[in-house]
């Protein structure tokens, strides 16, 4: 069984249609990636699956349950994954450490001193440990990025999703960031992945999903889907790319 089902899934914002009976289904520990022109409906889905949209219609289902059901209780459901955006949404009055503790603490209720003794082992592994009292403004982009995806698995997510997390990063520091997904794929992480990062999906991912119209047009691993695509919106896409 996938630990994430998408099924016919639909959202439009008045006549605009974004996803149109979208179909994808994510087994664990693996990691799909996602890619399509701005528009194709990447960052929708990815929102829609940690319910911050509410669908139109269709199914996402988290590991055998609807959490599109209207019934579910969507702050338990999203204590199952993690998302992270292109832009960090780090609070600037509060440390790292503050940061990565604060949903723990004022969501779940953990006690302080153990949600600190979790997030500074957390930020031993994005390698931050040391800067657990800096604040935000004090740290270049990719490592507020490494401290938005340490708050993100700070409460042992099933699925990762992330959208576009180097797209707001100067060039030169998207390699570091983009070696931590390779950490979280390598120790089994489920993630889904929305990336213009081409060199990073081959290396990484388990399948690669080209998205267009608000559906996935074609997917497959990645060196077939990256090197020989079949349709030719995704060969036109891909040649976008080197021109």
Do not use: W
């Not at 996803?19 to 701005?38: F, T, W, Y």
């Not at 969501?107 to 001193?113: I, K, L, N, P, Q």
């Not at 500074?120 to 604040?135: F, I, N, P």
């Not at 990719?142 to 100067?170: H, Y």
């Amino acid at each position: 069984m996938a630990l994430l089902k998408v099924t016919g899934l639909r959202k439009s914002y008045g006549d605009n249609v974004i996803l149109d009976g979208l179909d994808l289904d994510v087994d664990a520990h693996k990691c799909v990636v996602l890619i399509g022109a701005s528009g194709s409906g990447k960052s929708t889905l990815l929102r829609c699956v940690d319910l911050l949209e509410v669908v139109d219609d269709g199914t996402i289902e988290l590991d055998g349950e609807d959490i599109t059901d209207p019934r579910v209780d969507a702050d338990a459901v999203r204590s199952r994954m993690g998302i992270v955006f292109q832009s960090f949404n780090l609070f600037p009055h509060l440390s790292v450490l503050d940061n990565v503790t604060l949903a723990p603490r004022k969501v779940h209720g953990v006690a302080r001193a153990e949600a600190e003794e979790k997030a500074l082992a957390m930020l031993e592994r994005v390698g931050l440990k040391h800067r657990a009292s800096a604040h935000p403004d004090q740290l270049s982009g990719g490592q507020q990025q490494r401290v938005a995806i340490a708050r993100s698995l700070v409460n042992d997510p099933k699925l990762m999703l992330f959208d576009e997390v180097t797209s707001a990063l100067d060039p030169e520091l998207v390699g570091e960031v983009l070696a931590m997904l390779q950490d979280l794929k390598s120790e089994g992480m489920t993630m889904v992945i929305a990336t213009h990062e081409m060199g990073f999906a081959r290396r990484a991912a388990d399948e690669v999903c080209f998205l267009d119209g608000g559906r996935v047009l074609e997917r497959g691993p990645a060196a077939t889907v990256l090197e020989s695509p079949r349709q030719a919106r995704t060969q036109a896409f891909l040649s976008s790319l080197h021109t």
